[in-house]
């Protein structure tokens, strides 16, 4: 099992965060389906403000090539994506097109 967390922002609206809070309160099938088919076992999103980390738990056939090539070819996928960019913007200092940013672990109790 590998753990991978990444960070994005919501966008400062506080009626449009409710509304995004709501859609994953009842994610959609498809959506759930597509992440455990790309080895996702386990995913979280916390928020404070407009700040989210998202903490995703996978097995060894999860890479993120893979789970970009399987979302580019999945129609449900793909409107959930555009639906949610609504919501979202990317993070500062983001690369161009990205919008989940990997977090870099620093600490570790257990290390």
Same mark, same amino acid.
């Given at each position: 099992?590998?753990?991978?967390?990444?960070?994005?922002?919501?966008?400062?609206?506080?009626?449009?965060?409710?509304?995004?809070?709501?859609?994953?309160?009842?994610?959609?099938?498809?959506?759930?389906?597509?992440?455990?088919?790309?080895?996702?076992?386990?995913?979280?999103?916390?928020?404070?403000?407009?700040?989210?980390?998202?903490?995703?738990?996978?097995?060894?056939?999860?890479?993120?090539?893979? *789970?970009?090539?399987?979302?580019?070819? #999945? @129609? %449900?996928?793909?409107?959930?994506?555009? !639906? +949610?960019? *609504?919501?979202?913007?990317?993070?500062? #200092? @983001? %690369?161009?097109?990205?919008?989940?940013? !990997? +977090?870099? *672990?620093?600490?570790?109790?257990?290390?």
């Amino acid at each position: 099992m590998k753990r991978y967390c990444l960070t994005l922002d919501l966008k400062d609206d506080v009626q449009l965060i409710a509304e995004y809070e709501a859609y994953h309160r009842q994610l959609w099938p498809e959506i759930k389906k597509s992440i455990l088919d790309s080895g996702i076992t386990n995913m979280e999103i916390y928020r404070f403000e407009g700040r989210l980390l998202m903490i995703m738990e996978t097995d060894n056939s999860f890479t993120f090539e893979r *789970k970009a090539a399987m979302d580019a070819n #999945n @129609a %449900k996928v793909q409107e959930w994506e555009t !639906l +949610m960019w *609504k919501f979202q913007q990317a993070p500062k #200092n @983001a %690369k161009p097109g990205d919008k989940w940013v !990997l +977090m870099d *672990k620093i600490f570790g109790l257990s290390d």
